[in-house]
């Protein structure tokens, strides 16, 4: 019913940037919190930043002073401005929002399919 689509990973070399975007769509009447998730290999996976729906954000501690999560309401969209990024930062990325289906009466959490992200010399 809600689908995300997550787009802008890539390579990139230390110390350089990327923008994550994702875009919900479907049917959908609202949408709470959105967020932004990794899974890097053999580690389990974790909130990198969320951002709800009054503007309020959080950071995992990894990546605070270093990224910034954003939302435009209008458009369901969030994005993930990742700058100085170091080869820890390497890892599937995944967007998440928790949203209302039109005429829902309970809150889904919903995922994207995830982008790669790999930071190498």
């Known amino acids: 019913q809600v689908q995300l689509v997550e787009s802008g990973g890539g390579w990139v070399q230390p110390g350089g940037s990327l923008r994550l975007s994702c875009a919900a769509s479907?049917?959908?009447?609202?949408?709470?919190?959105m967020g932004w998730y990794r899974q890097a290999p053999g580690k389990e996976r974790e909130l990198v930043a969320v951002i709800h729906n009054g503007g309020n954000t959080n950071y995992a501690d990894s990546v605070k002073g270093r990224f910034t999560i954003s939302r435009d309401n209008a458009k369901n969209m969030v994005y993930l401005e990742m700058n100085s990024l170091k080869p820890e930062d390497t890892a599937v990325y995944y967007c998440?929002?928790?949203?209302?289906?039109?005429?829902?009466?309970?809150?889904?959490?919903?995922w994207g399919q995830g982008t790669q992200v790999t930071v190498s010399s």
């Open positions: 479907g049917s959908i009447f609202s949408i709470n919190a």
């Open positions: 998440n929002a928790d949203a209302f289906a039109t005429l829902s009466s309970y809150p889904i959490n919903y």
